[in-house]
Structure formats: structure tokens, C-alpha cells
């Protein structure tokens, strides 16, 4: 996941969340994460393997409350890319 300031652009973040085997809790790390960004901020994220196994329910509501509808049906090994605004729709 890469995020950029929503005025200049600039990179806040650029880290990466294995959601696959969880060994470190990645999932709550990311929501966390997620939550700590500004409103208008870029959110640029995209699955490389798998996300389904173990991707809580908290990180695909903030996804989904962005406007991400393909999060919800997230399957095994299913390809998935975002982008948008922290704060809209």
C-alpha cells in the first residue's frame, strides 16, 4: 500500500502487509495504519497473492466504506487493486 499527501502528493507511506499467513497480525497493523491516515489523503493498494485467508473484517469495511466493492467478494487467490480518497466515496 502506497499513500500520498492529497495536497502535494508526497509519499506518507509505502509498506507492505502480508494478509496471506498473518504471522505478525499484518491485517490489524494495516488497519491500524489505515485508520492513522488524514482524510483526503491517496490510498493506492493492491493484492500480490492472496488476501482472503486472513484479511479481517475491519480492513475490508474501511476499503469498502471508501467505495470498494470487489473487497467483499475477495476470494482465494483473487486479484485485487485500489485507489482512492480516505473520506470518499
Known amino acids: 500500500m502506497v499513500v500520498l499527501n492529497g495536497t502535494d ?18 491485517s490489524l497493523r494495516l488497519v491500524k495504519d489505515l485508520e492513522n491516515i488524514p482524510t483526503g489523503c491517496v490510498i493506492i493498494a493492491a493484492v500480490k497473492d492472496d488476501a482472503s485467508k486472513n484479511l479481517k473484517p475491519a480492513a475490508r469495511k474501511i476499503f469498502s466504506d471508501m467505495g470498494s466493492q470487489a473487497i467483499k467478494q475477495l476470494g482465494f487467490k483473487s486479484a485485487w487493486g485500489f485507489i482512492g480518497i480516505k473520506g470518499l466515496k
Do not use: A, G, V
Not at 507511506?13 to 497480525?25: I, M
Open 9 to 26: 502528493h508526497k509519499i506518507l507511506l509505502n509498506e507492505s502487509y502480508n494478509t496471506f499467513t498473518d504471522k505478525r497480525d499484518d
